[in-house]
């Protein structure tokens, strides 16, 4: 079973900057995807930025350019640098982790965006 810790959110001012931060723990398995997905009050979850489980990324257009995933594969840790954020961006992050074997969610952390 894996077990996925978040950290990293708060209050921001639009414009400004935070980093969350995933760490992985437990069976990781030796093939999987990771990454960030949000869900706004009243909205379905969305993808934000992933690593597929081949290495590439992928982000959702609305924050291309805004937001960088990046990765510490040897401590099984994953970070979003999210810059210029918008009040749009406010919402509970959650990291994922999905092998063949399964999916894993994060008990999401909080990112509000004033204006």
């Known amino acids: 079973q894996v077990q996925l810790v978040e950290s990293g959110g708060g209050l921001v001012q639009a414009g400004g900057s935070l980093r969350l931060s995933c760490a992985a723990s437990g069976s990781i398995p030796s093939i999987y995807a990771m990454g960030w997905y949000r869900q706004a009050p009243g909205k379905q979850r969305e993808l934000v930025a992933r690593f597929t489980s081949g290495g590439s990324t992928n982000y959702a257009d609305s924050v291309k350019g805004r937001f960088t995933i990046s990765r510490d594969s040897a401590k099984n840790t994953v970070l979003l640098q999210m810059n210029s954020l918008k009040p749009e961006d406010t919402a509970v992050y959650y990291c994922?982790?999905?092998?063949?074997?399964?999916?894993?969610w994060g008990q999401g952390t909080q990112v509000t965006v004033s204006s």
């Open positions: 994922n982790l999905a092998s063949p074997y399964g999916t894993a």
